[in-house]
């Protein structure tokens, strides 16, 4: 085959038919655990003001540094917005705060309890697991403070990985890494203890040093975890009530049912979290793959200009999650499925077949016809190739007859049957339960579904 000119972009691909069945089945069990414990969904743009996410996730992490798509625009002209700058989502936590904030949240019952699911971008390098466009499904919970709410959160995650049977593959690594005061009093003295080693850092080390230092705590560099090991330690410095939240949240998971692992490491790259920080870890790679993240983030909506509020929420990445059903052998299961192929020969079968399988269709029948003008053989060869379960070959004959011929594609056995009645008769072959008769109309009794 030639080489196709246009390609995805570098770190992007296509959602393909087969991806989408593992997609929808995630956001299935997500809407529906979300749902179960309040959540509501969200969805912010995918991009905004830039300086959301360079004050919200912080100006020295890599994802405002390096990995930030810029957006530019004709609206970045217009007036009132002249000097405005914009990127494409990293992540939905910094937007639903700023939304949290814009639409006055505070005056609803708290804590507000939101979800969303859809595209992040990061302009990171692409590797096996790491790409520019990716997807997130996101849970955040906004305007109370307590144990329970961190220990809640953590299982309605636990419960959606347990409902993709993927739970058992991963491990929940938590830590809890303190108020601002705090951290800032222990930056302070990781930034003593270096005084004098900055030259057994390595380069990128050392400049993280100087920007972030809390990110050398989970550096992958040789040199830098030796001489962390010596390092003063970030529990040293958190005060009481941050290690009695901490030791409360521990004794919730437990009383819960829910496997953790302590991780003092553990610090997350984003710069809003504050106290609980926790990721789920593939049991067999480590950090580099976790299939999600999240924590506390108690001063982010100040920040962004709301009022002081505490919130925590997670987020997990889809693809990742999709790799581990595949690697665990699961199945997503779909509604693919073709029951029925319509074949025909001449203009009036055609035509008669044209209204047939749109009643078919109507009944909650999964069905394809080939309208075009193909020879009867080779249409069955194609309804085999699209895996249907029967069948359905009108031609010249059989509408004279006002009969049609009804095909079992497994068995190979076909028989004549009068053309009265034969959705009936289908029917009847799949079982009424195994019908696709969802309609708008069930929006008013039961859950939405898009
Ligand atoms: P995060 O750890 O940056 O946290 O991302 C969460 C998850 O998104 C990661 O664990 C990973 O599975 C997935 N992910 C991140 N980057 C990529 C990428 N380039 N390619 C594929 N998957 C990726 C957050 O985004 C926080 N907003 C989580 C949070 C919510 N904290 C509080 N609330």
Redesign the pocket.
């Known amino acids: 085959m030639a080489e196709p000119q246009y390609r995805t972009p570098k770190g992007t691909h296509d959602v393909l038919p087969e991806e989408q069945r593992y997609m929808t089945y995630i956001k299935k069990a997500v809407r529906h655990r979300a749902r179960q414990a309040g959540y509501k969904r969200i969805d912010p743009p995918m991009f905004e003001d830039r300086r959301i996410f360079e004050r919200g996730i912080g100006e020295h992490t890599d994802?405002v540094e390096k990995e930030l798509f810029n957006v530019s625009g004709k609206s970045a002209d217009t007036e009132g917005e002249k000097n405005a700058s914009f990127a494409l989502r990293?992540?939905?936590?910094a937007g639903i705060c700023r939304a949290y904030v814009e639409h006055g949240m505070q005056q609803l019952p708290q804590p507000v309890q939101v979800f969303a699911i859809g595209p992040?971008f990061?302009h990171?390098r692409p590797q096996k697991?790491?790409?520019?466009q990716?997807h997130?499904f996101?849970l955040?919970v906004i305007g109370l403070k307590d144990p329970s709410l961190d220990a809640q959160l953590i299982h309605v995650i636990t419960n959606i990985f347990a409902d993709l049977r993927i739970l058992d593959r991963l491990t929940l690594q938590i830590n809890n890494i303190g108020t601002a005061e705090n951290r800032k009093a222990y930056v302070d003295a990781l930034r003593d203890f270096f005084i004098g080693k900055e030259r057994q850092l390595p380069e990128l080390d050392r400049s993280r040093l100087k920007t972030n230092p809390l990110r050398l705590l989970d550096s992958k560099e040789e040199d830098t975890q030796i001489l962390i090991k010596n390092a003063p330690k970030l529990t040293q410095f958190l005060d009481e009530e941050s290690k009695q939240f901490h030791a409360t949240l521990l004794d919730y998971l437990t009383t819960l049912g829910i496997a953790y692992v302590e991780n003092p490491g553990l610090v997350?790259?984003?710069d809003y979290y504050t106290q609980t920080v926790f990721?789920f870890w593939d049991q067999s790679t480590g950090a580099q793959n976790?299939?999600?993240?999240?924590?506390r983030?108690d001063g982010l909506i100040e920040l962004l200009g709301g009022k002081p509020t505490p919130g925590?929420?997670?987020?997990?990445?889809i693809?990742?999650i999709i790799w581990h059903m595949k690697e665990a052998g699961v199945q997503a299961p779909h509604k693919d499925q073709v029951d029925i192929f319509v074949a025909q020969l001449g203009p009036e079968a055609k035509k008669t077949c044209l209204k047939l399988i749109a009643d078919l269709r109507e009944k909650g029948i999964h069905t394809v016809g080939a309208l075009g003008e193909a020879s009867l053989k080779s249409q069955m060869r194609l309804a085999d190739k699209f895996e249907a379960k029967f069948a359905l070959l009108l031609g010249k004959m059989e509408v004279k007859r006002e009969t049609i011929i009804l095909r079992d594609m497994a068995k190979g056995q076909q028989k004549e049957i009068p053309f009265e009645g034969i959705i009936e008769k289908v029917v009847e072959l799949l079982g009424e339960k195994n019908l696709d008769t969802y309609t708008l109309r069930d929006q008013f009794t039961g859950p939405t579904d898009d």
């Open positions: 994802i990293p992540e939905f936590t992040c990061r990171d697991g790491r790409y520019r990716f997130q996101d955040e997350r790259g984003l990721e976790a299939v999600g993240g999240g924590g983030f925590v929420g997670f987020a997990g990445g693809e990742r």
